[in-house]
């Protein structure tokens, strides 16, 4: 009688112990399940929230405020007639798409030669807009811009030139000729193609180039500037310029 209740003891037990171990895996199964199924369910939430904030970062008006250092002109005028140039502009992201701009600057002439000697100090501000045909999307890794834009530019140039020789063949003679303290007010169109690349976090690369045409004076003088701030060199039909900027965005 007693070993046939041990029996039944021992087989209950076996049964509970199986039973046990059938519950705690299907127990584990289960929470793996639902471990997966919280993690699906986690990334088509991000997912959504992502178009979400891609949405509304798309419509939103403002994007950003560019700040930006031309490093080219400085360098590359440094080793030119004595000439220096550079300049500074901001633009305003507007949707990702348009971006208009402010860019101001100055010129320093110290020219001499064997027949004159020209100086020359100026200030310079363009006004404009660019247009960027790369599409924003908030999942890129780097926020890159391709654009295109026009600019009005206007200069205000200051120039004397001192010790030009004037020959006078017919009496065979040569004198020195002096005009001093010369101003002009120039303005001119330009065309401006460039690219923009994110470097790190805030910080931009631009490269761009400039066609620079329609240049005119404001009034009549009677010597003109030999080069003029913000333009070029006076007397050419046209006029091309480079940027090499750094950026960096608020």
């Known amino acids: 009688m007693i070993k046939r209740h041990k029996l039944r003891f021992f087989i ?143 200069s205000y140039t200051k120039y004397s030139l001192t010790d030009a020789v004037l020959n006078n063949d017919y009496w065979d003679e040569s004198g020195k000729y002096a005009n001093l303290n010369q101003v002009s007010n120039f303005g001119w169109f330009e065309v401006v193609v460039g690219v923009r690349v994110q470097i790190y976090k805030n910080f931009f690369m631009s490269v761009a180039m400039q066609v620079k045409t329609f240049g005119h004076f404001y009034e009549d003088t009677p010597c003109y500037p030999t080069y003029i701030s913000g333009y070029g060199k006076y007397g050419e039909d046209v006029n091309f310029g480079l940027n090499y900027s750094l950026s960096y965005r608020f």
């Open 12 to 154: 209950s037990l076996i049964i509970c112990l199986i039973s046990i171990n059938i519950w705690a895996e299907n127990t584990s199964d289960s929470t793996a399940t639902s471990a997966i199924a919280v993690k699906k369910f986690e990334k088509k939430n991000k997912l959504i929230a992502d178009s979400i904030a891609d949405s509304n970062r798309r419509k939103a008006v403002y994007q950003g405020t560019h700040l930006n250092l031309d490093i080219f002109n400085p360098i590359a005028t440094a080793w030119r007639d004595g000439r220096f140039e550079g300049s500074l502009s901001v633009d305003v992201d507007l949707w990702h798409r348009l971006f208009p701009t402010a860019e101001f600057g100055f010129m320093t002439a110290d020219i001499k030669h064997e027949d004159y000697k020209y100086e020359t100090i100026g200030l310079f501000a363009k006004l404009g807009a660019d247009y960027n045909f790369i599409n924003f999307k908030s999942d890129r890794k780097y926020d890159h811009s391709f654009y295109a834009g026009l600019r009005y530019g206007y």
